[in-house]
């Protein structure tokens, strides 16, 4: 059995903030191979960068709001009433340690910052470390077709490549399942994968159950 990750796998085992994160820790800690391609990496990468940078700004300005605060319930209210990825940890962050006292607060919040961070790129350097990743050099022109024909291209093109890597990669690779948190393009076209292409499976990130 081996794993090709969508792209939605990889971003989020990278963010504790992503809903897809226990699941993606699922996968990536699986002992099965993992591949993926250069289209899906290239992707990641420019998610990565785009989610960290809101990561970050998010829990700067936390920080200054903590220096303004006058109490914990001015966090909880400010958490509540913006709208942010970063809240169910902070959130989490602010029941560990409403006890200490405002400075002990922000320098354990400059700790919580710097580690939550910190991981992100750790998780990342993970991910390319650990995972091959396959280059297509065959256009596949039959299998496009029929993603046209079933309105596969229209609806998302991008998808379309990813699978047509996977496909690529399944003609040398034996029992490649897809791995997928995709439930717009991709999981209801997987009777039309399976049946067009050389994987052999493909799985809802929220499906996943394989020990």
């Known amino acids: 059995m081996?794993?090709?990750?969508?792209t939605n796998?990889?971003?989020?085992?990278?963010?504790?903030?992503?809903?897809?994160?226990?699941?993606?820790?699922?996968?990536?800690?699986h002992p099965a191979p993992k591949y993926s391609s250069f289209d899906v990496c290239n992707e990641c990468t420019y998610k990565y960068e785009s989610k960290l940078k809101r990561v970050s700004s998010e829990l700067r300005k936390f920080g200054k709001k903590i220096r303004l605060s006058k109490s914990f319930d001015d966090l909880k209210s400010y958490l509540q009433d913006e709208c942010v990825v970063t809240e169910d940890i902070l959130l989490e962050f602010?029941?560990?340690?409403?006890?200490l006292s405002k400075n002990e607060f922000i320098t354990k919040f400059t700790e919580f910052q710097r580690g939550t961070e910190q991981r992100c790129h750790l998780n990342y350097k993970h991910l390319l470390d650990n995972i091959m990743f396959h280059q297509r050099h065959v256009s596949h022109d039959d299998l496009y077709k029929l993603c046209v024909s079933c309105g596969f291209v229209s609806d998302d093109a991008d998808d379309v490549e990813i699978i047509i890597d996977a496909h690529d990669l399944g003609l040398?690779?034996?029992?490649?399942?897809?791995?997928?948190?995709?439930?717009?393009?991709?999981?209801?076209?997987?009777?039309?994968?399976?049946?067009?292409?050389?994987?052999?499976?493909?799985i809802g990130l929220g499906e996943f159950n394989l020990t």
């Open 172 to 202: 040398t690779i034996e029992n490649l399942l897809l791995i997928t948190g995709d439930y717009g393009h991709i999981i209801p076209r997987r009777n039309f994968i399976i049946d067009n292409t050389s994987l052999s499976d493909v």
């Open 94 to 99: 602010l029941s560990r340690n409403e006890r």
């Open 9 to 29: 796998v990889l971003v989020g085992y990278i963010f504790e903030t992503d809903n897809w994160n226990l699941k993606s820790l699922e996968v990536v800690n």
């Open 2 to 6: 081996n794993f090709f990750l969508d």
